[in-house]
């Protein structure tokens, strides 16, 4: 439909995940109005993600060197590893300042509609971090669905033997959250987990 | 938040229209696992475009030559001018093949509340079609909404004095939709251009 180098990049930008012919379309368009330095800072971010990220030798998160920030930084208490799918859900437990531990990213979870078995995640790698007896607590922070909650489970199996202190991030109503748009099962986990008052 | 280098995918992918915090992030991740010659194609896109394509020295409409494919195509009519705001609005007519004609891309359209007035648009480039007299229809296919309408009229007022014929695109309900969802702007508009059925 349009001149070739124009529709070129409306087919690749539709390849990227959440950006339909109609998006891709416009963006296009605005790459076609931008600043030319703009659109080659973009290009290079591109590229230079490649080239330079790598996954952290240790816990599978995102890094520029063989460790990530997390497993670089001394402060962090290596007696602790949280346990997460993606790269996506350290930074979101980062931001919360709450946790002082390490983490371990799965990269997914167990999903047999999708195929992906305990083989497919970084689980191995796990094991292996935690033999030498120096982790006393696993938090398992996958997601609150069916395949996080497979997975944790999995996990929680597995390391019994080892006798450590397994644990899973609360569920309940959101901070901020409405109680009557609450879904029944969340508002369910929330009365299971109510806790007393102290006034 | 994340390494330096995703970070700054993220925040270029984030400048990008309709690509909000969430999505750059979604779609950084998609491009941290996807195939490396996958990314170089889109980073290679990107600026391709940058380099290659023009705009159309006749129309105003994208162009990869001096004039763009259609204002090239020696069976196109040239007595008729259909006036659009975009490019993109040229590709959505070519859609149809309903239209044979030239066209003549403004670049956007009257807005007092964006600041675009009449001296930013491609008006001027428009009249200069119009001097030799051998365009006799001109189709104003501006968006029906207040900017285009607005728009519309002034060229309508500004060409009046050359006698051509100043045509706008129907306004009514569209192929397919329902009635009873149509809002009264639009259904006023189909009454009023009611056509008599030849049955």
């Known amino acids: 439909m349009y001149e070739g180098v124009v529709q070129d990049l409306i087919d690749e930008l539709g390849r990227l995940p959440g950006v339909g012919p109609k998006s891709a379309q416009r963006i296009a368009f ?15 971010a591109l590229t230079e993600v490649k080239e330079k990220v790598r996954f952290c030798a240790i816990c599978g998160n995102v890094a520029q060197d063989e460790h ?5 930084d001394p402060r962090r208490d290596i ?3 949280c346990v997460v799918e993606e790269p996506k859900d350290v930074v979101a437990i980062e931001r919360t300042r709450e946790f002082r531990g390490r983490y371990h990213v799965l990269g997914g979870a ?6 992906v078995g305990p ?4 689980i191995r790698e796990l094991l292996a971090r935690l033999a030498d007896g120096a982790v006393t607590e696993l938090i398992l922070a996958t997601d609150p669905n069916l395949e ?16 450590l202190k397994v644990t899973r991030l609360a569920s309940g109503l959101p901070v901020g959250g409405d ?5 029944e099962v969340t508002l369910g986990r929330a009365f299971e987990g109510r806790r007393l008052l102290d006034v």
């Not at 030319?36 to 290009?43: G, N, Q, S, T």
């Not at 109680?179 to 879904?183: G, H, I, R, T």
């Open 68 to 72: 990530c920030r997390v497993c670089q």
């Open 110 to 115: 167990i999903s047999p509609i999708e195929g």
């Open 79 to 81: 007696a602790v590893i």
């Open 30 to 44: 605005h790459i076609l109005q931008s600043d030319p330095v703009d659109v080659r800072r973009l290009a290079h």
């Open 179 to 183: 109680l009557e748009y609450a879904d």
């Open 119 to 122: 083989e497919d995640l970084r």
């Open 148 to 163: 996080g909650e497979a997975t944790a489970t999995y996990l929680a199996r597995m390391v019994k033997p080892m006798g």
